[in-house]
């Protein structure tokens, strides 16, 4: 034991704990708990008290996990940037073009155009019993194929003519003979025959080429060509002029604003977006209305896809005439018929659906009805926002900057929908109404001209009292006076008071 104590009297300094080296500071001991029982003697049924491990060992477990959990923030927002950056330019194709995310399917474009075809249409024979409106309908390329082959055939088809008639004659045998009379002059061939069916449909007759009056069959021949170039030029020239005058030309300088907007307007939630005329000719009597477009389903549980529902802008009071000489903000008010009656923020964010707006009015200068139409898709709905002034005075006119039509800007807006505004207006209104009807009773029976009168109103009864009780029972105490106005009160009563005296008696 001596051996031991002078061997391992002094520690060296690496064997020392880290508190009592030199120009360390002594580390605070973690208090130790006391009776921490093991898994495993409880399992043995001992039960011991294990120290925990020291407090170094606690440190670097805790480092080791909070860099971990570092490490796992920061890859989890390295993704989450990763997915906004991504979301923000759109997938990648194979060719490296960005491909942005599917948005919702338009019923009706933002230039007017009704994103709807027709398919498998089995009596395709009734657009041909209205030929005029179906070559309208089609488009330029395809109208002037119609045009020019309308014309290209009926010459090909009166020029064969021609030529078989010459042929049947023998006019291209006698060609040299000048005794011969053929049917049409100077007619040696198809191309000749051709040149003259064109100089007989358009008039022109040049003079070289003309029908002798030995061949009754060309004479019949030129009237039928006559009639039926005619009837041609007719349908085909009023098929171009239709369709170069049509006024649907004319709505495209009909605007109407890219987005719709939602705020209050005389404290009253509304709907509204602003139309627009560029041209200085007016639409005459022009008229607006509004649909929306979403998908339902009934009580008996039918889906509609495409439900169209009437969204009021001024039917009932007017205001959907407009008198468009400068852009108008047409407004909707959100009221209990109103689609939208329930309608908040929140919902409006999660909500599909589209707006759709038609303008209808007659041109000025052709006197023709045109319409404009334009949508609007739950996403460009903007809540609390209200469209920028546009127009200002100048000298001697009103300017209007079409730069800001546009433009919209934000302004104090509840979150709730109309029905939930519509029911705190009511509460307020009805508490209102009670406080200030019981601060009134309060005041009327509180007031000092009411207890007046209450105290006079308890004299007179008491008084009243008195007279009846000494009335009834004769006690002394009673003034000449009151026994004066007993017998005038009696006497006025009449009978009345000398029956009652009798029955007293």
């Known amino acids: 034991m001596a051996l031991e104590n002078s061997t391992f009297t002094s520690l060296p300094e690496s064997l020392s704990p880290p508190g009592t080296q030199e120009g360390v500071e002594p580390k605070e001991e973690v208090e130790k708990p006391e009776g921490v029982v093991s898994p495993k003697a409880e399992e043995e049924g001992v039960f011991s008290t294990d120290t925990p491990p020291t407090a170094s060992t606690n440190n670097r477990s805790f480092q080791s996990k909070l860099a971990a959990r570092e490490a796992e923030a920061a ?213 607006i209305r509004a649909k929306l477009i979403k998908s339902k389903q009934t009580q008996e549980g039918e889906f509609i896809p495409l439900d169209q529902t009437d969204i009021s802008v001024g039917f009932e009071t007017g205001d959907d005439r ?58 460009e709905v903007l809540w609390g926002h209200r469209f920028s002034p546009m127009m200002s005075l100048a000298e001697g006119f009103f300017d209007v900057d079409y730069g800001a039509f546009h433009h919209t800007f934000e302004v104090d807006t509840p979150t709730y929908s109309a029905r939930e505004l519509s029911l705190a207006a009511a509460r307020l209104e009805a508490h209102l109404y009670w406080s200030i009807s019981s601060r009134l009773d309060e005041q009327k029976w509180e007031g000092p001209i009411l207890m007046s009168s209450l105290t006079k109103t308890s004299d007179n009864a008491s008084t009243n009292g008195k007279k009846r009780l000494g009335t009834l029972t004769g006690l002394p105490g009673e003034g000449p006076e009151e026994k004066e106005g007993q017998s005038g009160q009696g006497e006025r009563n009449g009978s009345v008071a000398t029956d009652q005296s009798e029955s007293e008696a």
């Not at 070559?135 to 009166?158: E, K, P």
């Not at 171009?240 to 006024?247: A, D, E, L």
């Not at 759709?356 to 949508?375: D, K, P, W």
């Open 322 to 379: 407009l008198f468009l000489v400068s852009p108008l903000v047409i407004s909707h008010e959100i009221d209990s018929h109103s689609p939208f009656w329930d309608m908040s923020q929140a919902h409006l964010e999660k909500d599909d659906f589209e707006i759709v707006v038609i303008l209808e009015g007659m041109v000025e200068a052709t006197g023709m009805t045109c319409q404009a139409r334009s949508s609007y898709l739950a996403e």
């Open 75 to 287: 890859a989890r927002e390295h993704r989450k940037r990763k997915s906004q950056v991504a979301g923000a330019l759109g997938e990648r194709g194979r060719c490296g073009w960005t491909r942005n995310r599917r948005k919702r399917q338009r019923y009706v474009e933002k230039n007017g155009r009704c994103n709807v075809q027709h398919g498998n249409v089995r009596e395709t024979y009734r657009y041909l019993t209205d030929i005029f409106t179906t070559l309208v309908d089609l488009n330029w390329r395809c109208s002037l194929f119609v045009f020019v082959m309308a014309y290209a055939v009926t010459w090909l088809f009166f020029g064969a003519i021609w030529y078989l008639i010459a042929y049947c004659r023998g006019d291209l045998d006698h060609l040299e003979d000048e005794s011969w009379t053929p049917c049409v002059n100077n007619v040696n061939g198809f191309i000749s025959a051709f040149l003259f069916s064109i100089e007989t449909e358009t008039t022109i007759g040049y003079g070289h080429r003309v029908i002798t009056d030995q061949c009754p069959v060309g004479t019949i021949l030129l009237l039928l060509q006559a009639i039926l170039g005619s009837m041609v030029n007719a349908f085909m020239v009023g098929c171009m002029f239709v369709k170069i005058s049509q006024p649907n030309k004319r709505a495209e300088t009909l605007v109407f604003s890219k987005n719709a907007v939602i705020s209050l307007r005389d404290d009253k939630l509304c709907l509204m977006f602003r139309v627009g005329d560029l041209r200085s000719s007016h639409i005459v009597g022009a008229n």
